[in-house]
């Protein structure tokens, strides 16, 4: 499944669902869709929802039970939508609307960009999707990447390392990535940092780092994102920074330096320190 990247534009809602509820909904379905799985992308759709691509040469509507049976697609890679940016707005009472501008990949390759307009209605008091309107744009949309989300990114890679997820911890990174750690003998590729954080992995015994701060930045077509970060660990505040590259439609992290922080008044106490 595709890593999400998204900007969001809420705009007021005042039902039983809060702003963030929905747009949180309606990530949890595209994760849900891009798994493939029609048995965890039911329970989003009304038994009488509709599923509907339009164009100019008419509209093609798929009932929930036929859409659900497209989700093979998904769960075998052929298909996947990358959200862009969500808006999110309530319409009547019991009624909100939400656009989702997306990127199509077919086969893994990226083919289109669109949007979903998605209605959400209730019914026996339970909120889900009524019917969806998809339809592709003539020209790309802007895919200008959103900090708030590739500041989930990177905040998730630092948690996957503290639970001990060494997949999603490695699955992140680039076939190419490098790591610069605190130790001067610390340049690691991924396969031989891999090998170096196996065993604190299998022995539960790895690192938790927090986010402090962290600063953005973007290449002019988008392509490639590089930070800078401030972070509470063991050994008080370090500083991060690295590269993030967008292959084949995903976000990877190519580079990653962490360094120990020490104040200049130190400094000289630090080095006699060093030439012990």
Same mark, same amino acid.
């Given at each position: 499944? *595709?890593?999400?990247?998204?900007? &969001? !534009?809420?705009?007021?809602?005042? #039902?039983?669902?809060? %702003?963030?509820?929905?747009?949180?909904?309606?990530?949890?379905?595209?994760?849900?869709?891009?798994?493939?799985?029609?048995?965890?992308?039911?329970?989003?759709?009304?038994?009488?929802? =509709?599923?509907?691509? =339009?164009?100019?040469?008419?509209?093609?509507?798929? +009932?929930?039970?036929?859409?659900?049976?497209?989700?093979?697609?998904?769960?075998?890679?052929?298909?996947?939508? @990358?959200?862009?940016?969500?808006?999110?707005?309530?319409?009547?009472? $019991?009624?909100?609307?939400?656009?989702?501008?997306? %990127?199509?990949?077919?086969?893994?390759?990226?083919?289109?960009?669109?949007?979903?307009?998605?209605?959400?209605?209730?019914?026996?008091?339970?909120?889900?999707?009524?019917?969806?309107? +998809?339809?592709?744009?003539?020209?790309?949309?802007?895919?200008?990447?959103?900090?708030?989300?590739?500041?989930? !990114?990177?905040?998730?890679?630092?948690?996957?390392?503290?639970?001990?997820?060494?997949?999603?911890?490695?699955?992140?990174?680039?076939?190419?990535?490098?790591?610069?750690?605190?130790?001067?003998?610390?340049?690691?590729?991924?396969? @031989?940092?891999?090998?170096?954080?196996?065993?604190?992995?299998?022995?539960?015994?790895?690192?938790?780092? =927090?986010? #402090?701060?962290?600063?953005?930045?973007?290449?002019?077509?988008?392509?490639?994102?590089?930070?800078?970060?401030?972070?509470?660990?063991?050994? @008080?505040?370090?500083? $991060?920074?690295?590269?993030?590259?967008?292959?084949? $439609?995903?976000? *990877?992290?190519?580079?990653? #330096? !962490?360094?120990?922080?020490?104040?200049? @008044?130190?400094?000289?106490?630090? &080095?006699? !320190?060093?030439?012990?």
């Amino acid at each position: 499944m *595709k890593r999400i990247i998204l900007w &969001i !534009l809420f705009i007021p809602v005042s #039902n039983l669902y809060s %702003q963030l509820d929905i747009v949180e909904k309606t990530i949890e379905f595209y994760a849900a869709l891009n798994k493939g799985d029609s048995i965890d992308v039911r329970p989003f759709l009304h038994d009488h929802a =509709t599923v509907n691509h =339009t164009s100019i040469n008419g509209m093609l509507s798929f +009932s929930s039970s036929n859409f659900l049976l497209i989700c093979e697609k998904f769960k075998s890679g052929i298909y996947a939508e @990358e959200i862009v940016r969500i808006e999110a707005k309530e319409g009547a009472k $019991g009624f909100y609307a939400v656009d989702v501008y997306f %990127q199509f990949y077919l086969d893994g390759s990226y083919y289109k960009s669109g949007v979903d307009h998605i209605c959400w209605t209730y019914k026996n008091k339970v909120l889900k999707i009524d019917a969806v309107y +998809s339809s592709y744009y003539d020209d790309d949309i802007s895919i200008a990447p959103s900090s708030v989300a590739l500041d989930r !990114l990177m905040d998730q890679w630092h948690h996957d390392v503290g639970i001990f997820d060494f997949d999603a911890y490695f699955d992140f990174m680039s076939e190419g990535f490098i790591f610069l750690g605190t130790d001067p003998s610390e340049r690691w590729t991924k396969k @031989e940092f891999m090998a170096f954080a196996k065993p604190y992995f299998d022995e539960k015994s790895t690192w938790l780092f =927090t986010k #402090n701060w962290r600063n953005w930045y973007f290449s002019d077509d988008h392509s490639i994102a590089w930070f800078e970060e401030s972070l509470d660990t063991w050994m @008080e505040e370090c500083r $991060g920074s690295g590269v993030l590259k967008k292959i084949n $439609g995903e976000w *990877k992290i190519v580079h990653y #330096n !962490l360094s120990v922080v020490i104040e200049n @008044e130190k400094m000289k106490k630090f &080095i006699k !320190l060093r030439r012990k």
